[in-house]
């Protein structure tokens, strides 16, 4: 890893990725995009129009984060402050708050978008500017977003089997953790000195259990998503082959994902 203005780079990796199979090719298949950081800032346009919306409507207390965020259960907010599980207490000034197992199930995707703090937004939109073109430039766009959005629903999966039940989780931070993993997995493809990386990554796993109310479950999903995917498109055979297969691959790891989803919603029903 080399330093750089924003961070740190993996030559490696961008030199494999910017090496050519046929012309207009990604090393892994991809097509080779004419602006690797446009994807990237359109994800982080994303996250902060909703950070903001979420600003204006009352910060914590939106109604906007109880609708994002994703809570694998939902629960009823009692006028007096306390809590209670069934739907059918929210009456006489009791809110609802829904979660993914009460039909909620948009929250598996739009919590991955939802941020309250500055430091939260900051954190992951710094480091989705940082790693974010360099892997588009390696893989593609395509191949990048179904790595982003498959960490994402990953971290979600993981959330929903191992969080709280009545727990609300926000944030882009498991996705961030595959593209954490992403990188770490392409380095160790071409053969690259990954030990900037793996610090920067135990750094980042310290913090999540120093820090209290960091969603542990998130990141492990994420990361474990990413690494997934990542192996599935490195590893791919070349050739004809390689898309296909590639395709098969994803289609599998969203089915698994998608499938743990739905068996904890099955469960807490």
């Known amino acids: 890893m080399r330093d750089a203005a924003v961070g740190f780079q993996c030559p490696d990796c961008v030199a494999e990725g910017a090496r050519t199979t046929r012309s207009g090719r990604t090393a892994y298949g991809g097509l080779r995009p004419t602006n690797a950081a446009i994807t990237s800032g359109v994800l982080i346009a994303v996250n902060v129009a909703v950070w903001i919306a979420i600003l204006v409507t009352g910060g914590a207390a939106s109604r906007l984060v109880d609708l994002l965020a994703m809570r694998p259960s939902g629960l009823c907010l009692l006028g007096d402050g306390g809590f209670n599980v069934p739907e059918a207490a929210c009456t006489g000034g009791g809110t609802w708050l829904p979660g993914v197992a009460d039909g909620a199930v948009w929250q598996v995707l739009t919590s991955g978008f939802t941020h309250v703090t500055v430091l939260h937004i900051a954190f992951n939109m710094f480091a989705l500017y940082v790693l974010g073109p360099q892997l588009e430039l390696a893989l593609g766009r395509a191949r990048f977003l179904a790595l982003y959005f498959l960490s994402l629903l990953a971290g979600s999966a993981v959330v929903m089997w191992a969080a709280p039940e009545f727990q609300a ?40 259990f120093a820090v209290p109310g960091i969603s542990w479950q998130g990141h492990l999903g994420g990361f474990l998503g990413g690494a997934a995917v990542t192996a599935l498109l490195v590893y791919a055979p070349r050739g004809p082959r390689r898309t296909p297969v590639q395709l098969a691959g994803l289609v599998l790891v969203a089915l698994l994902v998608l499938g743990a989803i739905l068996a904890r919603v099955l469960v807490l029903s």
């Open 169 to 208: 989780t926000l944030g882009a931070s498991g996705a961030i953790y595959g593209l954490f993993a992403a990188l770490l997995i392409m380095a160790r493809r071409v053969g690259g000195d990954v030990r900037q990386l793996v610090a920067l990554i135990v750094v980042n796993v310290v913090i999540t």
